[in-house]
């Protein structure tokens, strides 16, 4: 199995008990070994007071394009922090993409950047996460856990 194949396993099993990515309408469009597109389109009780999206929001779908990112392993992977700037407002009917991409993972600990922009290619957000992993822990009892060799 290759190692974009166990990602995409993984991204089945995360989706099942991941109740606020569905509840949110976030699509894990693409997933790789480190890698997550998601988008996400903004809807009315995403507002707020402004009548913009709520930040809140534009870093919630960047959290789960990075969750799924550093999960992706099939090892159990959790943030351990992250830095977020807003960059433009994103309104009622934009559909935002967030693009993640790992930046460097070493031992139990990751660094990931997340891109967010909305349909016309606008830079939304910038989000940098940072991961730990639970060494050994599978997502998906049966695949392979950590890092396998590239395709």
């Known amino acids: 199995m290759s190692p974009t194949q166990i990602a995409?396993?993984?991204?089945?099993?995360m989706l099942d008990d991941d109740h606020a990515?569905?509840?949110?309408?976030?699509?894990i469009a693409a997933i790789g070994p480190g890698t997550c597109t998601a988008t996400m389109t903004v809807r009315k009780e995403m507002l707020n007071g402004h009548a913009?999206?709520?930040?809140?929001m534009i870093t919630t779908?960047?959290?789960?394009?990075?969750?799924?990112?550093?999960?992706?392993?099939?090892?159990?992977?959790?943030?351990?922090?992250f830095d977020v700037n807003l960059l433009a407002a994103a309104k009622l009917g934009d559909v935002l993409t967030a693009q993640a991409q790992e930046v460097n993972k070493s031992g139990r600990t990751g660094?990931?950047?997340?891109?967010?922009?909305?349909?016309?290619?606008e830079r939304i957000a910038a989000f940098r996460g940072?991961?730990?992993?639970?060494?050994?822990?599978?997502?998906?009892d049966g695949l392979p856990v950590g890092r396998q060799r590239a395709e």
Do not use: P
Request: one cysteine or more; charged letters at 15%; hydrophobic letters at 40%.
């Open 111 to 121: 660094v990931y950047d997340i891109t967010v922009t909305n349909q016309h290619g």
């Open 52 to 56: 913009i999206a709520h930040g809140g």
């Open 130 to 140: 940072r991961s730990y992993t639970m060494k050994g822990r599978a997502i998906v």
């Open 61 to 81: 779908l960047a959290d789960s394009a990075f969750a799924f990112a550093c999960n992706a392993y099939n090892e159990v992977t959790v943030a351990s922090g």
């Open 8 to 13: 995409q396993q993984v991204r089945e099993a």
């Open 21 to 27: 990515t569905r509840w949110l309408g976030i699509e």
